[in-house]
C-alpha cells in the first residue's frame, strides 16, 4: 500500500520557518513529479510547488523568493522549506506525487493526509 506521509506543520509567528517533509512508503519503482498543495478554510486546494525527478521546479507566484522545494530521491523524500511565513500561508498543506508502485508498475496520482500550518501572532 503506498503512503505518502507528511510532518513538520505547526504553529509560527509571522516572519517565521517551517521545513515541511514527506516521506513516500517504500516498495515504490518509481517516483515522477511530486508537489506541495494547499487548502485554506472555504478555498481551493491550490498548488505551491512542484518538482521533476530531475530536479526542475515550479512556484505559485504568492510563495517564490520565500518557499523553496527540495527532494532526495534516494531517501523517497521532499521537502518544502518555508520562510518569511505570512498568516495567509495558513493552510493544510498536502504532498503529492505521481509514481510507480513496484506491485502494479502503473503510474498513479497519489496524496498525503496533510499537515496544519497556521501563520498567527
Known amino acids: 500500500q503506498v503512503q505518502l506521509v507528511e510532518s513538520g506543520g505547526g504553529l509560527v509567528q509571522p516572519g517565521g520557518s517551517l521545513r515541511l517533509s514527506c516521506v513516500v512508503s517504500?516498495?515504490?519503482?518509481?517516483?515522477?513529479?511530486m508537489g506541495w498543495y494547499r487548502q485554506a478554510p472555504g478555498k481551493q486546494r491550490e498548488l505551491v510547488a512542484d518538482?521533476?525527478?530531475?530536479?526542475?521546479?515550479n512556484y505559485a507566484d504568492s510563495v517564490k523568493g520565500r518557499f523553496t522545494i527540495s527532494r532526495d530521491n534516494a531517501k523517497n523524500t521532499m521537502y518544502l522549506q518555508m520562510n518569511s511565513l505570512k498568516p495567509e500561508d495558513t493552510a493544510v498543506y498536502y504532498c503529492?506525487?505521481?509514481?510507480?508502485?513496484?506491485?502494479?508498475?502503473?503510474?498513479?496520482?497519489?496524496w498525503g493526509q496533510g499537515t496544519q500550518v497556521t501563520v498567527s501572532s
Open positions: 518538482i521533476t525527478s530531475g530536479g526542475r521546479t
Open positions: 503529492n506525487a505521481d509514481l510507480s508502485p513496484v506491485i502494479t508498475m502503473r503510474r498513479d496520482n497519489y
Open positions: 517504500r516498495n515504490i519503482f518509481s517516483i515522477y513529479k
